[in-house]
């Protein structure tokens, strides 16, 4: 049903909650994702014991920590990093991504494997020689919240810092500043401030899009460069001015669902935590009134007890034409406020659209011909192809299943994986084509590190367990970390009848021109 979903809150703190709920909510659970889910619930709880407000925790927060923590002792590998998943080579920036999240949970209050940690560190310390300069500030960053001072090859970096971008001046400020090295420190901090962009109060970073698909890799975004500027700014110069500012557009930013990424989440929640925390934001009230069309629909007050509230304006609330929605304070105290409208237009055909063309077919699994005809109990070879224009980085493609169709999970990735005779794992992407295979009842979700540009096809088994007719919606394929790389295929229409029953022509919905779509979060 079409609606708008109206936020409201009195702090930031408030905000920071609605992002938990996003990461704890989230479908799927890679290497980062995890780290992502983790260690913000680590964090902000603190943050909240800190404030003698843990009351607005999530009840099971302790435990969503403890799992996640657990999940990435799963996924380590045996040479002590991590990779997207556990199938990938090991990546520098999710193993630093890892070890600065198990480390900062550690230092947050929880039991965290000290075996996990230092094999973390020992492979980083090995690696960092062949890094991207920018991934090994990243690298010190996170070795340095994980207690391991490495001071000359931090030096060594900074006389090099021009090959630096905002993110990595950021974090290589941050450990300068905590191996006592001020002034460098500073003059990082310094030369951060002369690239900000302040506009209408507004304070921040651009973060490039392309360079040898450096950003694409690492989960570059804007979001996550100016979060780890507010981070450095909060230790080392914490001007309110400008922090102020920075923290309105981080808010700015926000979404319907989060931060954008979950990566961009995760950062985003770390440093309005830092901020909350220094700043003591918003001990007062906050009155509020909300009108439609002139007539109220909602009025109160946020306090400490429930700092934001959730409104919904329903489809039959709104006028035909043109409505005014008007958000109004009652009293001095502070109001952040985020909308989402929601649409929902029936649509009996959905075409394709996207900058990814993606076709889906069902085939017969002997003789790899199209099906005309499906009957009841019949095994059916599903085929995407998918066919980009550029290079793309952990990319998801995913299957939605008509009614009548149910996969068959061939239960991979459950055996112990080989070793070759020179210690190195047999990743199994290499012969499949993915990373990482989801079966569940409405969907097939498959997972790519990286895609090169041109075609890929990919295919699973599914079986007709149900008569009747369905419809399949589009198949999807995107870029988890970037938001333009997108397509979907037409939805396709199928009658599933049985063995007694003459058989009825799989039907694929003809393409509607002009159909446009919007990408997942």
């Known amino acids: 049903m079409s609606s708008v979903q109206l936020e409201l809150s009195r702090s930031i703190t408030g905000n920071l909650l609605s992002g938990l709920e996003y990461l704890t909510g989230y479908p799927y659970g890679c290497v980062e994702q995890i780290m992502s889910k983790a260690l913000p619930n680590a964090v902000i709880g603190r ?8 009351e607005l925790a999530p009840a099971d927060l302790d435990q969503m920590v403890e799992e996640g923590i657990q999940m990435l002792y799963a996924k380590q590998h045996y040479d002590g990093g991590w990779g997207w998943w556990y199938d990938d080579a090991t990546h ?14 550690r230092d947050a209050g929880y039991a965290v494997d000290g075996d996990v940690i230092q094999d973390g560190v020992d492979w980083l310390l090995q690696h960092l020689d062949s890094m991207d300069p920018r991934t090994e500030a990243f690298a010190l960053f996170s070795l340095s919240t994980a207690g391991y001072t490495e001071l000359s090859a931090s030096r060594e970096l900074f006389n090099e810092r021009q090959s630096l971008d905002a993110f990595s001046r950021a974090a290589l400020a941050i450990v300068l500043d905590a191996d006592g090295e001020d002034a460098e420190a500073r003059m990082l901090l310094n030369e951060l401030l002369e690239v900000v962009v302040q506009e209408g109060g507004y304070s921040f970073w651009l973060s490039p899009t392309e360079d040898g698909h450096y950003y694409d890799k690492a989960m570059a975004s804007s979001t996550r460069t100016t979060a780890m500027a507010l981070s450095a700014l909060l230790k080392i110069d914490p001007d309110p001015d400008l922090t102020d500012q920075i923290a309105r557009w981080l808010m700015s930013q926000r979404r319907s669902y989060g931060w954008g990424t979950t990566n961009e989440t995760a950062f985003a929640l770390l440093a309005l935590s830092d901020y909350v925390l220094t700043t003591r934001e918003a001990a007062e009230t906050s009155g509020y009134r909300v009108l439609l069309n002139g007539s109220a629909i909602a009025q109160g007050t946020l306090t400490s007890d429930q700092p934001r509230i959730d409104i919904t304006v329903s489809a039959d609330q709104l006028a035909d034409g043109i409505n005014q929605l008007q958000i109004t304070r009652t009293d001095a105290g502070l109001l952040y406020y985020s909308m989402v409208a929601q649409r929902y237009i029936p649509q009996a055909e959905i075409g394709p659209a996207g900058s990814i063309l993606l076709e889906r077919r069902y085939l017969d699994p ?7 005809h499906i009957k009841l109990g019949q095994l059916v070879l599903v085929e995407l192809e998918i066919s980009t224009q550029r290079d793309g980085f952990y990319m998801l493609i995913e299957d939605h299943l008509p009614g009548g169709l149910e996969a068959l999970n061939e239960g991979l990735n459950t055996s112990s994986h080989e070793f070759t005779e020179y210690g190195d794992p047999e990743y199994r992407w290499s012969t499949l084509g993915y990373n990482y295979k989801e079966v569940r009842a409405d969907r097939v979700t498959f997972f790519i590190t990286e895609v090169d540009r041109g075609e890929q096809t990919l295919r699973y088994f599914a079986r007709a367990t149900q008569e009747g007719q369905f419809t399949a919606l589009p198949a999807e394929a995107y870029g988890m970390y970037d938001a333009a790389l997108w397509g979907r295929s037409s939805s396709t229409s199928i009658d599933v009848m049985s063995s007694a029953t003459a058989g009825v022509t799989l039907r694929e919905v003809a393409v509607v021109p002009g159909t446009e779509g919007v990408p997942l979060p």
């Open 92 to 105: 520098d920036y999710q193993t630093a991504w890892v070890l600065f999240g198990l480390a900062t949970t």
């Open 366 to 372: 002997s003789t790899r011909s199209p099906i005309d």
């Open 47 to 54: 943050a909240l014991r800190q404030l003698d407000q843990l």
